[in-house]
């Protein structure tokens, strides 16, 4: 496994490594240092997500009604393509990964303007999917409007039966009201992870640029790598809102 | 500068201090000047400093608030605050001080010095991301003062909804700052736990840390994982406020005891960060004065970790009254008295520390020890409050708040004086006066006691807490209380003025003036830019103060 | 990759070999993974559109993410080729999130079975009064 590009033979030793900070012993230890630093803001992504996880399990155990017929307003399509779009996503950013610690600097940039190209998809069909619940008055707020026999259901055949109304009625008769907290915390979740996904192409285009000033080498790919760790947490993240905001609806 | 060339880093004190007080011709305070030399450091030591004296800032502003509470405490009658007035003077007091001192001043001040001291590192693993740090304190430190100033916020500091999200004052700064001060925070504690795992010094396995660093680890544990759920709860706060999104608000069927329990989540480890890195500095105070190891090191360590983790199961007991689930509450009950238990263990191993040690009773050792005593009286009314029954009854009253108050200001701000008294030598390169020293000491704890007590007794008789008036039989204590105030506002201005003066001033100190073990002590006051001129390698524990013994007597002799 | 495979122990290794600590997975193994995730994606929406009746349905797809999440972290983050270290922040992580999930669902799940004095549910306020809880766009002040 011939990784080694020529260009590399000028740096490798700790004494003269350019890319090795003054208060690091060696490269070993300062690239552990950096890769265990990232796991640990991961660590502290996931407590930051896990409030408005807290916040969706707490509404959907006191409103489960409401949480089902809402989630159902969602279109389960754009769910789907969307995860795909993500996971693929993630896969070239694996394989840029892959590219930088082989050394080929092509590909590495390759890989990672796909990736920015599947991220920007990505946060394309989400605002699709915003403005559609714009248009359906789902946005909470003064213009928000649920109604159980909304005529937009009937267009795309998920209308309520009578009965499945009373009965859901019966169950909750703030029904229609409580649904707004599903939209409450649909629009904080997926914005967050939105905003997250911004970050990742903010990043990713500055790797690109990096990567293109040929920075980087099989010697020397740990800002890539970590900026991989972070794009696969912004991708298992929208691993389980996927289910939980679309998914949960359908009985 | 003998010393940092010796072999073994923990048996090179030998000499009488006098001979060795050297100042530094060159080290981290003067060797670049100017004023963009110290904003855009990257060198732990003067980050240190520069937290230090914000948050002195801090702690002064909120004094201030404090001051004027108990001032219009002073009588019955509503006559010094309007009772809106009260309320923002109150709130102040508690933002100020949470969020903006008692979380960042040990970890941020201490903690940003000595880690990479104590670890023999050059600094600590993320330099930049801990300049962020600071600029993201005082950003948010910005917006706190200014939702204060401009019209204020009279939500308390516990921001409870439905009242923050409705209420017309300033609680979207306020809440924007508090998230921006959390962050700055999970930085803090984020740099410490990688350069505690990856950059200490050769030979200096886990269990040869100080203690110190072990609080510190734990104190940075629930940084990194309480610190986000209350960001992302302010910022929900702030958002429903901004664009009445109605998440915690019940006309939508949100529910306001889920904001409580996002808040506890965090707060109530928080005050774990508060007092955990005060419980470090004890730990290192008491051999070095009593001239002994520590007894049971592996016990106080791994009691700091527990105290860490149990800390994260106990919030429910600040939702007792606010109409969570019985069922839950006792569970709450139940688990809150777990706590005591490493607490506990930590008290024991002091004072059997102390039991036939040469205890000798300089300014740090006296703010140790006052610091056992009270936090004694602290610790053991929070298990009063952790019962359920009896919570009921002094629930909202000045019972809490004096409980709260023995932990905070007789714990952690009695072990922070102990530990900026201990390590100014190091910082600043130049003694204290030890007299005013002692009398600052003797003159907190009297205040302080003669301030809070009363409070206990006026709270269990049923003063509650956050009224501006109050009916005339409670004014005794309330007197004695803003008198006890005033004595400890002395108390506290007295080190800020001489320890300033002493910065300047003071008598040179020398790299070990209290013969103390610990790789601090084996560099240069102030030390080197790079700390160490040579990275030490160690071979034994910390408190090896056997060493110091034959040094010791001809001390104890003259 | 056989010479890339000793990713733990590189706190021994030469400053020279420092990129071997970095492990490389090939690109085959990469391909494999999209491949299950994608299946695992259609299969989740398959299965959602079953009745497993009460729970089991928010169960099985939660299962299915958390298979999807651990396969993610374990190839494509390379946890299966890290330190314990790792694995044991990620772990902690997700504890303590349960943690938090845990305890305030043992508030939430037994609090309605009481009605503790000044907490009412809403439910419970309009059979005492008669009318509905006030909305809440204009007049969020009861």
Not at chain 2, 432 to 444: D, H, K, N, V
Not at chain 2, 504 to 531: C, D, I, K
């Amino acid at each position: 496994m011939s990784t080694h590009a020529s260009t590399d033979a000028q740096h490798g030793h700790a004494a003269h490594d350019p890319h090795l900070a003054h208060h690091f012993e060696d490269r070993a230890q300062q690239d552990e240092a950096h890769s265990l630093g990232l796991w640990v803001f991961l660590a502290t992504e996931i407590m930051f997500f896990g409030g408005l996880f807290l916040a969706f399990t707490v509404y959907h155990v006191l409103f489960p009604d409401a949480f089902g017929l809402a989630s159902s307003r969602l279109s389960v399509d754009w769910g789907v393509i969307n995860t795909i779009v993500l996971l693929f996503s993630s896969f070239t950013m694996a394989m840029a990964v892959h590219s930088a610690q082989k050394g080929h600097q092509k590909r590495l940039i390759g890989y990672m303007v796909v990736t920015v190209i599947c991220a920007f998809g990505f946060m394309g069909i989400k605002s699709i999917e915003w403005s559609e619940k714009f248009e359906h008055h789902l946005v909470p707020g003064p213009n928000f409007e649920f109604v159980l026999d909304d005529p937009h259901l009937a267009k795309s055949g998920h209308a309520l039966t009578a009965e499945q109304m009373e009965s859901a009625l019966a169950r909750d008769p703030n029904v229609e009201r409580h649904a707004q907290m599903f939209f409450v915390i649909y629009f904080c979740l997926t914005g967050l992870h939105g905003v997250h996904v911004l970050i990742g192409i903010g990043v990713i285009i500055w790797m690109i640029i990096r990567a293109g000033r040929g920075e980087f080498s099989s010697r020397w790919s740990t800002p890539i790598e970590l900026t991989g760790l972070y794009w696969h947490l912004v991708d298992v993240i929208w691993i389980y809102l996927f289910p939980l905001i679309y998914l949960i609806h359908r009985h | 500068m003998s010393s940092i060339d010796a072999p073994n880093p923990y048996q090179t004190q030998t000499r009488p201090q006098s001979q060795e007080a050297v100042f530094p011709l060159v080290n981290y305070l003067n060797k670049t000047g100017g004023w963009k030399s110290w904003l855009l450091t990257a060198d732990h030591k003067r980050i240190a400093v520069l937290y230090l004296i914000t948050t002195t800032l801090s702690f002064l502003i909120g004094g201030l608030a404090a001051a004027l509470v108990r001032l219009e405490l002073l009588t019955p009658q509503g006559d010094l605050l309007s009772a809106d007035g009260y309320n923002k003077a109150f709130s102040a007091h508690g933002i100020v001080m949470v969020f903006m001192f008692l979380v960042p001043a040990v970890p941020a001040v201490l903690g940003n010095f000595l880690v990479p001291l104590m670890l023999g590192a050059k600094d600590l693993a993320f330099p930049k991301i801990n300049l962020l740090s600071w600029y993201l304190y005082m950003i948010g430190s910005a917006l706190c003062i200014y939702a204060i100033i401009a019209g204020g916020v009279d939500t308390g500091w516990t921001f409870y909804t439905p009242y923050s999200t409705t209420t017309n004052t300033n609680v979207i700064s306020a809440a924007v700052g508090v998230f921006i001060i959390g962050f700055s925070s999970i930085f803090t504690g984020f740099n410490f736990i990688i350069t505690v795992h990856k950059m200490r010094a050769p030979g200096l396995t886990w269990f040869r840390l100080p203690l110190f660093i072990w609080s510190i680890y734990a104190t940075s544990l629930i940084m990194i994982l309480g610190t986000p759920v209350i960001g992302i709860t302010v910022l929900m706060v702030a958002v429903e406020r901004l664009i009445h999104l109605g998440v915690f608000d019940p006309a939508f069927g949100g529910d306001p005891l889920l904001f409580q329990h996002l808040f506890w989540f965090y707060s109530h480890p928080a005050v774990y960060i508060m007092i955990l890195p005060g419980f470090g500095i004890i730990s290192e105070l008491i051999p070095c004065f009593a001239r002994r190891n520590i007894f049971g090191y592996s016990f106080i360590a791994m009691s700091s970790l527990a105290i860490a983790m149990v800390g994260f199961f106990v919030w429910g007991h600040h939702l007792f009254v606010s109409g969570q689930s019985p069922y839950a509450g006792v569970v709450f009950s139940a688990l809150s008295f777990v706590i005591g238990i490493p607490t506990a263990i930590k008290v024991f191993n002091w004072t059997a520390t102390l039991y036939k040690g040469s205890i000798s009773f300089e300014t740090p050792m006296l703010f140790a020890l006052f610091f056992i005593g009270l936090f004694l009286v602290g610790g053991m009314t929070g298990l009063f409050l952790a019962a359920v029954g009896l919570d009921v009854h002094v629930h909202d009253t000045y019972f809490v708040v004096a409980h709260f108050h023995y932990v905070m200001v007789g714990g952690m701000m009695l072990a922070y004086m102990g530990g900026v008294h201990f390590w100014f030598p190091k910082i600043s390169g130049r003694m204290y006066p030890e007299f005013l020293g002692r009398i600052s000491a003797i003159t907190i704890f009297i205040g302080f006691n003669v301030t809070f007590f009363p409070q206990f007794v006026m709270g269990y008789m049923g003063m509650p807490r956050q009224y501006h008036e109050y009916v005339s039989e409670y004014q005794v204590y309330h007197v004695l209380s803003t008198a006890g105030a005033s004595v400890l506002g002395l108390g506290f201005m007295m080190p800020i003025v001489y320890l300033t003066y002493a910065w300047f001033f003071g008598p040179v100190a020398g790299p070990n003036p209290y013969r103390a073990t610990g790789l601090e002590w084996q560099t240069s006051s102030p030390p080197v830019t790079e700390n160490f001129l040579e990275i030490p390698v160690v071979s034994v524990g910390p408190y090896e103060y056997s060493q110091f013994k034959e040094d010791d007597e001809v001390v104890h002799s003259r | 990759m056989t010479d890339q495979a000793s990713g733990l122990t590189h706190t021994e290794e030469k400053i020279d070999s420092t990129h071997a600590a970095h492990h490389i997975v090939s690109p085959l193994t990469y391909a494999i993974v999209l491949g299950i995730l994608m299946v695992l994606t259609v299969f989740t929406v398959w299965v959602a559109n079953l009745d497993a009746g009460g729970l089991w349905n928010l169960v099985i797809a939660l299962g299915i993410a958390t298979v999807k999440a651990t396969i993610v972290t374990m190839w494509f983050m390379h946890v299966k080729y890290s330190g314990k270290l790792i694995k044991i922040i990620i772990i902690t992580s997700l504890l303590f999130l349960g943690l938090m999930i845990s305890g305030t669902l043992m508030d939430v799940w037994t609090r309605s079975n009481v009605t503790p004095a000044g907490y009412i549910m809403e439910p419970e306020y309009e059979r005492m009064h008669g009318t509905e809880a006030p909305h809440g766009d204009n007049n969020p002040d009861h």
